[in-house]
């Protein structure tokens, strides 16, 4: 039995239990690796992501969704991931934008729409810190 316990020590520090039993490692870990990739990428590898989206987004999901059509590669702009697709032939006027904030892994976006009257509208799961700098780039303002 020692054996097996010291067998089990040295595998436990060689693999973490983070890693062995797939828990989330930091913000930054799970989703810088998506910088560079497309958002059906990320939409895919992160399930999660769906759901919290889904649940923020609520009636507005499927808008948000339809403006994903045609992606850009995700850039990481000061620590916000930042993912941005459109509505095929109406890309500058039908547009979604997912932000991430790497810190916190707190989700915000934002649809750029005729749908809305002001234009864009937000959503955020910590309103009191969305990267608003990292949507007016996005937006190209």
Known sequence: MPRFLAAVLMLSAIFPA?????????A???????????PDALFKGEPDVNRRLR?????NYTLFTERFQLG???????????AKGCKAHECGDEVAILLINL???KLHC???????SDKVKTFSE???RFP???????LGE
């Open 55 to 59: 649940t923020m987004l609520g009636a």
């Open 132 to 138: 608003s700098a990292a949507l007016k780039s996005a």
């Open 72 to 82: 850009e590669p995700i850039e990481n702009s000061k620590g916000i991931l930042v």
């Open 126 to 128: 910590d309103r009191d």
């Open 28 to 38: 930054r870990e799970r989703f810088e690796k998506y910088v560079g990739k497309y």
């Open 110 to 116: 934002a649809i750029k729409s005729d749908t809305y």
């Open 18 to 26: 983070s890693r062995v039993y797939g828990a989330p490692g930091t």
């Open 103 to 105: 810190s916190d892994g």
